[in-house]
């Protein structure tokens, strides 16, 4: 369950986590103050192997407990899904931009402040961001496997949440399309354990390119966030290096709130969400990593 206090004097949500940490003003209205929550007891045969898989589906029916989902499992035949793991975002089925919706129609609140999560898999994890988080919002979840975005919007329309809408479709080909033409400002980027596409003749095939960051550094509003996620060093490290080159335009959180805390490499020490994704919850169980970043847009206004 989690626990939430008011902040006297700035008039914002905290988190009432053990570690009592909260944001400043200009971070709280773009990031989830929900920091931590208590995590789930990470349990591992003696052996190290074994049955992970069947926990790790558990672990993330726990995690995401308070969304009901499992109920709607039968509900339209859209429960288990089979999906392929890996898809060919460069495959010409995928390179056609997708039509931009009526935003109106698609949010009740057409000019709030919009998250993207690209490459949201099965979109719990937006979902939850959307039922949870206290401050309004809307979230747009992007993803290229079909299948996924029908069962996710199926989900989105049981619980009647108005404040959150997925797309199929290829980020590389479609955001600068979509979120040029959203009313509000974009406040909020997340790409969180993309595919990541071993072979190096694959690597073209990686999300985070530089069209897709410069579309990013040119949407995101002023003191907008990008919270990128790896469980992959190699992925993680290509991901950071792209917005390393830009620290002209963007700063690694911990320069502006020593509350995020990094370890020796630079890597943030929680995920700042209040929320692990499903691969998140499966990469722990299977004792690897999460490499974490998370960068501010500069304030030019500010800074000049």
């Known amino acids: 369950m989690l626990g939430f206090r008011w902040s006297g004097g700035g008039g914002a949500w905290c988190s009432a986590a053990p570690d009592g940490l909260g944001f400043p003003s200009s971070l709280r209205r773009s990031i989830p103050t929900l920091l931590q929550r208590p995590s789930l007891t990470l349990l591992r045969s003696p052996d190290g192997g074994g049955g992970g898989a069947a926990r790790s589906a558990d672990v993330v029916e726990l995690e995401y407990a308070d969304l009901n989902l499992k109920d709607l499992y039968g509900a339209g035949h859209l429960g288990q899904v ?3 793991q890996h898809v060919n975002p460069l495959s010409s089925a995928f390179s056609a931009p997708v039509q931009v919706p009526d935003w109106k129609a698609v949010f009740q609140g057409s000019t709030l402040p919009l ?3 690209i490459g949201c898999g099965s979109g719990r994890f937006l979902i939850w961001l959307a039922k949870n988080f206290p401050e309004p919002r809307n979230y747009l979840g992007l993803e290229i496997r079909q299948k996924l975005v029908q069962r996710s919007q199926f989900w989105v329309n049981e619980l009647g949440l108005r404040n959150i ?8 080909v479609s955001f600068e399309r979509l979120v040029s033409s959203y009313p509000g400002p974009l406040t909020l980027v997340s790409t969180l354990c993309p595919d990541p596409h071993f072979k190096k003749r694959h690597h073209k095939r990686r999300v985070l390119q530089k069209p ?3 579309s990013i550094s040119k949407n995101l509003c002023m003191e907008g966030q990008v919270f990128l996620q790896s469980d992959v060093l190699e992925v993680a490290l290509d991901m950071r290096n792209q917005f390393d080159a830009r620290l002209d335009e963007f700063e690694h959180i911990d320069t502006i709130d020593p509350n995020f805390l990094c370890d020796t490499q630079g890597w943030l020490l929680h995920n700042p969400m209040g929320i692990r994704t499903e691969r998140e919850i499966h990469a722990e169980l299977e004792g ?3 490499f974490r970043r998370m960068y ?4 030019r ?3 000049g």
Request: proline share 0%; hydrophobic share 50%; no cysteine.
């Open 212 to 214: 897709l960051v410069d």
């Open 115 to 117: 998250m993207v999560d």
């Open 82 to 84: 089979r999906i392929r």
């Open 165 to 172: 809408y997925f797309m199929f479709a290829n980020a590389s």
């Open 288 to 290: 690897a990593k999460i």
């Open 296 to 299: 501010q847009k500069r304030n």
């Open 301 to 303: 206004r500010l800074s």
